[in-house]
């Protein structure tokens, strides 16, 4: 085997060696449940009529799902409960805390029930 094969193999390794491992997280979990969550967020949004524009609808600002929940009032809170566990669950497959990350997902699924 030549030296530049075998360089080429150690770079292959050191490089396999160097990506993150998906298999623990739970970004599959957050995506899912973000999915699930945006649907209902927009099936919620659209089933109590028209109301007045907000300012940031004024100012030309896209929605998000968290302004949608937030514009929803009283009906919107379990939908901001369940935005806020899914960014918690987001800092915690960050720091590879695996079941703190389950958890969260678990609570924001709770409100889509």
């Known amino acids: 085997m ?5 360089c080429r193999i150690a770079v292959f390794i050191l490089l396999c ?16 449940t973000q999915a ?3 649907l209902a967020i927009e099936k919620d949004a659209g089933s109590h009529g028209w109301k007045p524009e907000s300012l940031s609808a004024l100012r030309s600002h896209q929605p998000t ?3 949608l ?7 919107g809170i379990g939908f901001t409960d369940a935005l806020a566990s899914l960014d918690r669950a987001r800092t ?22």
């Open 92 to 113: 915690a497959d960050r720091s590879g805390d695996l079941a703190a990350c389950n958890l969260e997902i678990a609570q924001a699924r709770a409100v889509l029930k």
């Open 17 to 32: 060696a160097t990506m993150p491992a998906h298999a623990g997280t739970c970004a599959d979990g957050i995506a899912q």
């Open 2 to 6: 030549t030296s530049t094969a075998k």
């Open 65 to 67: 799902p968290g302004s």
């Open 69 to 75: 929940a937030k514009a929803e009032g009283d009906n």
């Open 36 to 38: 699930q969550l945006d």
